[in-house]
C-alpha cells in the first residue's frame, strides 16, 4: 500500500492512465471493498483502493491496480476530498466513485459539486442520502408513507422514564446516525432487558440521537434484504433477494452466513421504498419478518455496497458492474433473475460464532459445501467473502491478521 500522497499519485499516471477504460475508485477497502474491486477488475476496469488502515483485504487483491492510504472521512473529511480531487486531476478520463460505508458515502455526497469535474457518483444526491440514512427522518417518512416498521419511540422527543413506562423488553436502543455510535460502541444496536437497563442505556449514549425499538422477528433468519441498483432512468437494472443465516456476535452482529433466496413480496415492497424516496443506485433494503403480524417490516436502507455483496455477484446480479456500466456507458441491460440455493460466507466470523455456540444446528456449513469451498468446484453452492484460488493474497492477509495486536475494524 502506498502511504505518500505524491507516491500515490505518480502510480495513478502510471498505472491507471495507460488502461483505455475509467477507473473505480473503491474505498474504504476491506471486505466489501475486496468484493468490488474482484467484480470490476475481472472486466477489465482499472481499481484504486483506497483505505485509512493498510490491512484492508481489498489492498492486497491482484483486481487492485492501485493501492494507497487516505484520510478517514470522520477525522478529517476536506483532507479526504482534496486527496480524491488530486487523484482526478490526475486521471485523464473520469472515474466511478464506490464508497463502502455510509461516512464515506456522506462525504462524497457533500461535495459531489466539487468531485463531478473528475469523477461519476453512482447514487442520489446528498438530500436523498440523509433523509434514508438519518433513521429520525427514515422511520418518520414511513409512518407518514404506511410502510410497515417495528414500533418506535423517538428518545428526546419523549423523556426516557416515559418511554421505559410504555415499551416492551426486551428492546434495543439504537442511533439515528450509526458510524459515530458504532465507532464508540463497537456495535450497531445496545439491547435492554428492562426498565433499568434501558433507563442506563439512554444516560450512557444520550450524546447520541437516539431511538427506541421493539424487537420483532422469531429469530436471526427472519431478517431478509432486497439488494438493487435502480439506473439514473428510474428502472430496476437488477434485484435480488438475501436472508440473513447466522450474525456475529451473535445478538445484533454483522451478517457472517447469508443464503440466496428470491422472495417476490420482498422486491416489491423494497423497490416502491426506494421509488417513493426517489433513490437511485446500489442500495440495500432491510427488513424483518415479524410473526406476529405476519409482514415484512423495514428496519434500514444502505444508500452502498454492504458486507456480503459478493452474494448477489455470485448469483448472477452484479450490482457493482450495473451501476458502472449505467456511469460510463450511459445505459446497461437489466440482469437475469438471481441464482437460488447460493451461501455467502465470512470464515473468520463464522468460525468465532461456531466456538461460542457449539452444537449443529440447521445452518451449519454442510461437508459438501466446505469441499467445494476449498476447491472452487464448479457450481458450487458456497461463496467465501475473503478465500479464492484464482486471488489468493486477501486471505493470506486475513491469516495474518488474526495475529496482529490490533484488529481491522468494520462494522460493514
Known amino acids: 500500500m502506498i502511504d505518500d500522497p505524491r507516491e500515490l499519485i505518480a502510480a495513478?499516471?502510471?498505472?491507471?492512465?495507460?488502461?483505455?477504460?475509467?477507473?473505480?475508485?473503491?474505498?474504504?477497502?476491506?471486505?466489501?471493498?475486496?468484493?468490488?474491486?474482484?467484480?470490476?477488475?475481472?472486466?477489465?476496469?482499472?481499481?484504486?483502493?483506497?483505505?485509512?488502515?493498510?490491512?484492508?483485504?481489498?489492498?492486497?487483491?491482484?483486481?487492485?491496480?492501485?493501492?494507497?492510504?487516505?484520510?478517514?472521512?470522520l477525522d478529517d473529511e476536506r483532507a479526504f476530498v482534496d486527496l480524491l480531487m488530486e487523484i482526478g486531476a490526475a486521471l485523464n478520463q473520469k472515474a466511478v466513485l464506490f464508497p463502502c460505508l455510509d461516512e464515506w458515502v456522506f462525504a462524497v455526497a457533500r461535495h459531489a459539486s466539487e468531485l463531478s469535474e473528475y469523477f461519476v457518483l453512482p447514487f442520489s444526491d446528498i438530500d436523498t442520502v440523509e433523509r434514508i440514512l438519518d433513521k429520525n427522518l427514515l422511520y418518520r417518512k414511513c409512518v407518514e408513507r404506511g410502510i410497515p416498521i417495528p414500533r418506535t419511540y423517538y428518545i428526546g422527543e419523549q423523556a426516557p422514564e416515559q418511554i421505559a413506562s410504555e415499551i416492551s423488553y426486551p428492546c434495543i436502543v439504537k442511533p439515528a446516525l450509526q458510524r459515530e455510535f458504532t465507532n464508540e460502541f463497537g456495535e450497531k444496536v445496545l439491547r435492554s432487558d428492562n426498565r433499568e437497563e434501558f433507563l442506563a442505556l439512554c444516560k450512557r449514549a444520550g450524546h447520541h440521537p437516539l431511538l427506541a425499538q421493539e424487537i420483532v422477528g422469531a429469530g436471526v433468519d427472519s431478517f431478509f434484504s432486497l439488494c438493487s441498483y435502480i439506473g439514473r432512468d428510474g428502472e430496476v437494472k437488477g434485484a435480488f433477494?438475501?436472508?440473513?443465516?447466522?450474525?456475529?456476535?451473535?445478538?445484533?452482529?454483522?451478517?457472517?452466513?447469508?443464503?440466496?433466496?428470491?422472495?417476490?413480496?420482498?422486491?416489491?415492497?423494497?423497490?416502491?421504498?426506494?421509488?417513493?424516496?426517489?433513490?437511485?443506485?446500489?442500495?440495500?433494503?432491510?427488513?424483518?419478518?415479524?410473526?406476529?403480524s405476519g409482514d415484512y417490516k423495514l428496519l434500514d436502507i444502505n444508500t452502498r455496497v454492504w458486507k456480503w455483496i459478493g452474494l448477489p455477484i455470485n448469483a448472477g446480479i452484479?450490482?457493482?458492474?450495473?451501476?458502472?456500466?449505467?456511469?460510463?456507458?450511459?445505459?446497461?441491460?437489466?440482469?437475469?433473475?438471481?441464482?437460488?440455493?447460493?451461501?455467502?460466507?465470512?470464515?473468520?466470523d463464522y468460525i468465532a460464532l461456531r466456538r461460542q455456540t457449539p452444537g449443529v444446528q440447521e445452518t451449519t456449513l454442510t461437508r459438501q459445501e466446505w469441499r467445494d469451498l476449498i476447491s472452487s468446484a464448479e457450481n458450487a453452492q458456497i461463496v467465501d467473502a475473503v478465500f479464492s484460488n484464482d486471488d489468493p493474497e486477501p486471505f493470506v492477509q486475513m491469516i495474518e491478521s488474526l495475529f496482529a495486536k490490533t484488529q481491522y475494524y468494520c462494522a460493514c
Request: glycine share 10%; net charge negative.
Open 318 to 348: 452484479d450490482l457493482p458492474w450495473l451501476a458502472y456500466a449505467d456511469a460510463v456507458f450511459g445505459k446497461v441491460d437489466a440482469a437475469p433473475g438471481q441464482r437460488d440455493g447460493l451461501r455467502w460466507v465470512y470464515l473468520k
Open 12 to 73: 495513478v499516471r502510471e498505472k491507471i492512465n495507460s488502461s483505455e477504460t475509467p477507473a473505480a475508485i473503491v474505498f474504504n477497502c476491506h471486505i466489501t471493498g475486496l468484493a468490488v474491486a474482484r467484480s470490476l477488475g475481472l472486466r477489465g476496469v482499472p481499481v484504486i483502493g483506497l483505505d485509512r488502515d493498510e490491512n484492508g483485504y481489498g489492498l492486497h487483491s491482484r483486481y487492485t491496480t492501485v493501492a494507497g492510504r487516505c484520510p478517514y472521512p
Open 241 to 292: 433477494v438475501g436472508r440473513k443465516l447466522e450474525q456475529y456476535p451473535p445478538d445484533f452482529g454483522t451478517a457472517c452466513l447469508v443464503d440466496s433466496r428470491y422472495v417476490a413480496e420482498i422486491v416489491e415492497r423494497g423497490v416502491d421504498i426506494l421509488n417513493q424516496f426517489g433513490y437511485h443506485g446500489i442500495s440495500e433494503v432491510e427488513f424483518i419478518y415479524d410473526d406476529r
